[in-house]
């Protein structure tokens, strides 16, 4: 059984929580953070919304990505990240939401109260969407759609997004135009 590597990233101004399912193994990291692995597209999709560059994190020479900018960008924007699944079981030897059985999911609701300026969750894969739905008693909306849902008396909506893995069968370009949609409306430029 594996833990959660990374302890929740959640800026106290944060706007949005992105969530995953579960990082990769180690062996596949690039980076100590989210999205680790260097063939995945979550950071090539912010680069293209919100620098016009797919490669404005990504730090070809050394098959990395810009760490500082990453986090120094999140903090100023307000985005905070974690994964919906704290424990899991791989079944295979892959990064695949398929091959992992989930131990313990993550306390989505006890999350989102240390957020309090939070209105939006974006999920990221069909696991994490599911298991999101799941604890806020919503049903899966469509990939690029929302569901509403309440917490403690503040209205949420939870944006279901492509997967940012490259076995998700869309170019990065077509991501970053469903991720641009939410990210417009979230933080309304």
């Known amino acids: 059984m594996e833990a959660h590597p990374f302890v929740p990233f959640l800026p106290e101004n944060a706007r949005m929580l992105m969530l995953g399912t579960f990082p990769p193994a180690e062996k596949r990291w690039a980076m100590k953070f989210y999205y680790p692995n260097f063939t995945n597209d979550m950071w090539r999709i912010f680069g293209l919304c919100f620098f016009g560059d797919k490669m404005h994190f990504v730090r070809q ?3 990395t990505y810009d760490l500082e900018g990453i986090i120094a960008f999140l903090k100023e924007r307000g985005i905070a990240l974690f994964d919906t699944a704290t424990r899991v079981v791989r079944t295979k030897n892959t990064a695949s939401d398929k091959d992992l059985q989930v131990v313990e999911e993550t ?11 939070c ?4 999920t990221a894969g069909q696991l994490a969407t599911a298991i999101a739905c799941r604890q806020f008693a919503i049903s899966e909306p469509r990939v690029g759609d929302f569901s509403e849902f309440q917490l403690d008396g503040r209205t949420l909506r939870l944006y279901r997004m492509p997967s940012s893995s490259r076995a998700y069968p869309m170019p990065v370009e077509q991501k970053a135009i469903a991720y641009q949609t939410v990210f417009d409306e979230v933080f309304k430029w």
């Open 61 to 63: 020479e050394q098959k």
């Open 107 to 117: 306390d989505l609701r006890q999350m989102l109260r240390q957020l309090p300026q």
């Open 119 to 122: 209105t939006a969750v974006l």
